[in-house]
Nanobody
């Protein structure tokens, strides 16, 4: 069982910045693929960014060039640096981990509880 705890949400200014953090439990964090998703009221959960265990990144079209995902394997933490905030970035942001299952080619997906980000205009 892997637990994910997000922090860093809150109120951001239009055009401003916020940084989200997600700390994961477990001793093999470096093997996890880590991602961020978000869900705005009345909308489906949306992919934001992913950083694989191998260091590859991918971003949703709506955040490319503004958001950056990074990780510190020594702290079991993944970050989401959000710059040039827009009102449409307002959502609950969820941390996601794809964790390898020992002896298998499959992975188990875990989710954090979410952290609210509100961008004021």
């Amino acid at each position: 069982q892997v637990q994910l705890v997000e922090s860093g949400g809150g109120l951001g200014d239009l055009g401003g910045s916020l940084r989200l953090s997600c700390e994961a439990s477990g001793s093999i964090f470096s093997s996890y693929d880590m991602g961020w998703y978000r869900q705005a009221p009345g909308k489906q959960r949306e992919f934001v960014a992913i950083l694989t265990s191998g260091g590859r990144t991918n971003y949703g079209d709506s955040v490319k060039g503004r958001f950056t995902i990074s990780r510190d394997n020594g702290k079991n933490t993944v970050y989401l640096q959000m710059n040039s905030l827009k009102p449409e970035d307002t959502a609950v942001y969820y941390c996601n981990a794809d964790v390898p299952i020992s002896g298998s080619l499959f992975k188990h997906t875990y989710w954090g509880q979410g952290t609210q980000v509100t961008v004021s205009s």
